[in-house]
């Protein structure tokens, strides 16, 4: 296991900044937390496989129980859900022809340990028995072509325990390593006790996309936290808290509503760094340099920890300490470099965020993606790089 050796420094440095916030007549400091860092092989294994899923991105943990903020139990499932997903056989070190990349899919796994005879992946298959993505969009806002990226989700225990998944509409617009872009956002709805294919879904666009006078897009479902009792929130306010990112700064924003108004998109509100207010317009940036996907968790002394990938693309894990959900947040503490994992200068790192449901009490399991900007050559020669891998941040209360 390696550690990161920069954490003493940085608490060095950190100390003499004594960046501190005023919240509820209490002074919080946004700056010093105790903690050591060290790789997590066992969950990187999980993911390492040979045949069927043997890779894939935007990696989220959904309790299906609802109880985002403990640990799971050994008899609970974890839902898994990735974007673009490599299907298919790995032998001799190299693709076996016939692989194919879907855009989504899942997998569910019973318990809280890496077991992989308690993980199970799906997709779903076309009419020639082809690996399909298990998300494909279908709304009056969806033009041909376009496909679904996930964003973060969770069970709402105030609508019969739907599972609810963000989905970015996103288009190819030229060729390349990005030649994407995202058009749109919509969200999944999954019934209780549904199972893939999960064709009972219900799809629907929503108003939580938005570009401003720059032509800054911003979107919705980067990270959920659910701040609610039943959620297992050390200080619920029954408010869901949604968080999205926008521009090239890679600005936060968030929104939140009411579990049982979640579908009402007129009853979410957004804060402009002072108020919570209806106009997604007026909406604040409230912190920068975080990453398109990420998480917000409870720590054990009542802060906020914002895990994400330092200015989205970078070999640098980092961490803000937050006095609420929505702030204010605290410079950027580098956790983790990235940097052993790119084994080829075309190797890239992005995308880091926190499981608290496979989290142990006083620790947090966080995954970052590795990639390539030279997909298919290098996936050929190391056809297992393209899959999260797992670091684990122990905190003291010391």
Known sequence: MRKFAVITLFFCIAANLQTIAQTNGK???????????????????????????????GIYTIPLNGVENKQAKVSDKI??????????????????????????????LTGNQPADAQMKFAWDTDKAGAAESLFIPHTAQTAAGDYYWLGDGFVNQELNNAIYIF?????????????????????????????????????????????????????????????????????????????????????????RVLPKDFEKFDRWTFYDGANWIKDMNKVADVTNSVSNELSLTALPDGRYALIFQVGGMSTNVGMRIGATPYGPFGPVIKIWDCKPDLEEKTFVVYNA????????????????????????????????????????????SK
């Open 79 to 108: 839902l898994f859900i990735f974007s673009d997903s490599m299907i298919g056989k790995i032998e001799n070190g190299t693709m076996v022809p016939g692989f194919k990349m879907i855009h989504n899919s899942v997998a569910a």
């Open 167 to 255: 989905g970015y509409r996103v288009r190819n617009v030229g060729t390349g390593a990005f030649g994407f872009r995202e058009v749109g956002n919509t969200l999944i709805k999954i019934p209780a006790r549904s199972q893939p294919p999960y064709k009972d879904l219900k799809q629907m666009d929503t108003p939580f996309y938005l570009t401003d006078a720059k032509g800054d897009i911003g979107s919705f479902g980067a990270g959920i936290y659910v701040n609610t009792t039943k959620a297992g929130a050390p200080k619920p306010d029954g408010y869901v808290y949604v968080y999205g990112v926008r521009g090239i700064g890679k600005n936060l924003m968030v929104a």
């Open 27 to 57: 002074t919080v400091n946004l700056t010093d937390l105790n903690f050591t860092v060290e790789a997590a092989p066992e969950w990187s294994s999980l993911l390492k496989r040979e045949a069927g899923w043997f890779g894939g991105d």
């Open 353 to 396: 965020k926190a499981h608290p449901s496979l989290s142990a009490p006083g620790e947090l399991l966080i995954s970052y993606n590795i990639n390539s900007v030279d997909f298919i050559p290098d996936l050929m020669k190391k056809p297992n790089l393209y899959r999260p891998r797992f670091i684990r941040m122990k905190i003291s």
